[in-house]
């Protein structure tokens, strides 16, 4: 693809438009885990009598769908966005978003499940704007230098953020005890607001970096072609199977801890909302800091493989915590660990491909998490045996990825 030439000044302007959109994407994603778990678990939204376990079915449904719409049509977006141009890509997905946050927002305040769900599934099939993120960066860094890298480190920076932030104030503005102008709809208007704005944002500020390719064709099963395609890559085929028993584990984990969270220790949405913003924290701490200090001292396998073991033992012990601040500092390591495992993964994907096949692999990467988040809330069919299965089976998961660990070593 030819890059065309544009301006400091629009190139700048452009940057921050797909950083805008990345941060609302993310803010999409993670401000739901406070609201949605107070809201399914309560008695507005089904009718009385309901059990606790068909509840948390329905929220695993719904958590569900986000995930697996974004498997679907995140390599879709991408190749709609090199045959038609990335700015035509962005307005299309972000119209559709903020249609699909208005859905959400009127199901809430309806107290609508049907509404509700379209409205999950519209923002999840068009919020997966990560390769089209990486794309734009790509065409809007020079080919030289580290530019593109610093873009790339300033993307998952903007995605920490946006996940402690959107935590953050979904659990507050959600609770009607801090504020009767605040409830379970708020967040989603206040998203539906701020994506129609963004929306106007690049419609202005974004200009078209490259020459469109007419010749790309569209295929719905990409993301499933990847996931086979990784299952059958020479010398890849065992580090996936292991990051895909990590990835369930590890969303279960942040799925579900609200869940128990609310049934065990009556969590109010405020309190999910600091809860969440602290294990955005812990994320941010393991991944960004505690990763790089011990692989300086360690060699990075003996690292992967005790945070994997730490990982499944500790996951386990979090449905035996007799008090709120126990179960708050377990889940807290358990995610620590898991931003120290998740950078080793990639790493360890990274290293195994070749240079030729690199960024289809780690595209490949993308496509195996994007399912991983999508099946994990499968997780709550267990919730019919005892709400607490969910947690069991994710300290399950993350010992299987273990011994396949060790044995690939």
């Known amino acids: 693809m030819r890059k065309e030439r544009i301006s400091d000044r629009k190139r700048r302007l452009a940057l921050a438009a797909v950083f805008c959109t990345f941060f609302l994407d993310n803010i999409a994603w993670s401000m739901v885990y406070p609201v949605f778990a107070p809201l399914f678990l309560g008695s507005t939204l089904f009718q009385e009598g309901t059990s606790t376990a068909t509840k948390v079915a329905f929220l695993g449904l719904f958590l569900s769908v986000f995930h697996l719409m974004q498997f679907l049509f995140a390599p879709l977006i991408?190749?709609?966005?090199?045959?038609n141009g990335r700015r035509k890509a962005?307005?299309?997905?972000?119209?559709?978003?903020?249609?699909?946050?208005?859905?959400?927002?009127?199901g809430v305040e309806m107290r609508h499940l049907g509404l509700l769900f379209w409205g999950r599934v519209v923002t999840g099939?068009?919020?997966?704007?990560?390769?089209l993120c990486l794309a734009a960066i790509s065409d809007l860094s020079p080919a030289k230098g580290r530019s593109r890298v610093h873009q790339f480190g300033n993307l998952s920076l903007i995605a920490g953020i946006a996940f402690i932030l959107g935590a953050f104030w979904g659990?507050?503005?959600?609770?009607?005890?801090?504020?009767p102008y605040f409830s379970p709809s708020l967040p989603f208007w206040i998203g539906t607001l701020l994506t129609a704005g963004n929306g106007i944002?690049?419609?202005?500020?974004?200009?078209?970096?490259?020459?469109?390719?007419?010749?790309?064709?569209?295929?719905?099963g990409e993301g499933w072609r990847n996931i086979c395609l990784a299952l059958q890559t020479k010398n890849l085929q065992k580090i996936y199977v292991i990051y895909l028993f990590f990835l369930l584990a590890w969303n279960i984990v942040l799925q579900f801890s609200p869940i128990f969270a609310v049934n065990t220790f009556a969590f109010s949405p405020s309190n999910l909302g600091s809860f969440m913003a602290f294990l955005g924290v812990c994320?941010?701490?393991?991944?960004?800091?505690?990763?790089k200090w011990?692989?300086?001292?360690?060699?990075?396998?003996?690292?992967?493989?005790?945070?994997?073991?730490?990982?499944?033992?500790?996951?386990f012990l979090i449905i035996f915590a007799k008090s709120a601040f126990t179960f708050v500092l377990l889940v807290g390591i358990v995610v620590l660990l898991s931003g120290i495992s998740w950078p080793l993964c990639t790493e360890n994907i990274s290293k195994k491909a070749t240079q030729k096949m690199r960024g289809k692999v780690l595209g490949m990467s993308q496509s195996v998490q994007s399912f991983a988040m999508g099946c994990a809330p499968t997780a709550a069919l267990f919730a019919y045996l005892s709400v607490d299965i969910p947690l069991l089976v994710a300290g399950?998961?993350?010992?299987?990825?273990?011994?396949?660990?060790l044995l690939q070593k």
């Open 78 to 83: 991408g190749e709609f966005s090199d045959r």
């Open 171 to 179: 659990g507050k503005l959600s609770d009607a005890h801090l504020s």
């Open 396 to 405: 399950g998961l993350g010992l299987v990825a273990f011994f396949l660990f």
């Open 294 to 315: 011990l692989v300086s001292y360690l060699q990075e396998a003996q690292v992967l493989g005790s945070c994997l073991f730490g990982f499944s033992i500790l996951a």
């Open 125 to 131: 099939a068009f919020s997966g704007n990560l390769s």
């Open 201 to 220: 944002f690049v419609w202005f500020s974004f200009e078209e970096p490259f020459v469109r390719n007419r010749a790309i064709t569209f295929h719905l």
């Open 90 to 106: 962005f307005l299309y997905t972000i119209f559709c978003t903020t249609a699909g946050f208005f859905l959400s927002a009127w």
């Open 283 to 291: 994320w941010a701490l393991g991944s960004g800091i505690i990763t």
